[in-house]
């Protein structure tokens, strides 16, 4: 699977933005897709995730506030995010988590997209 994402860019606070995240190759059932980011000197963290049957998870820091979706091939993933706060500034990155079975998944990555909120 290969990972292509878009979207990012200069915002103001409050403003809004919309990633996307295009997969080549197949998307199977027991993939979930998500958002991670990372600050500069932080860690990598989730932000939002969605499962084949649309079930969604987020992080506590972007609830209400952004949302993740997928077209019905549920092999592009969007990331709608609204009220964007200063501290949203990071490399957001797109990525599939594979169920391999026995305990154990693969994760792909793609290549980040840079967020930035500033005034």
């Known amino acids: 699977v290969q990972l292509q994402a878009s979207g990012g860019g200069l915002v103001q606070p409050g403003g809004s933005l919309r990633l996307s995240c295009a997969a080549s190759g197949s998307i199977f059932s027991v993939d979930v897709m998500g958002w991670y980011r990372q600050a500069p000197g932080k860690q990598r963290e989730l932000v939002a995730a969605i499962t084949h049957d649309d079930t969604t998870n987020y992080s506590d820091s972007v609830k209400g506030r952004f949302t993740i979706s997928r077209d019905n091939a549920k092999t592009t993933v969007y990331l709608q995010m609204n009220s964007l706060k200063p501290e949203d500034t990071a490399v957001y990155f797109c990525?599939?988590?594979?169920?391999?079975?026995?305990?154990?998944?693969?994760?792909?990555w793609g290549q980040g997209t840079l967020v930035t909120v500033s005034s």
């Open positions: 990525n599939v988590d594979r169920n391999l079975g026995g305990g154990r998944s693969y994760a792909y």
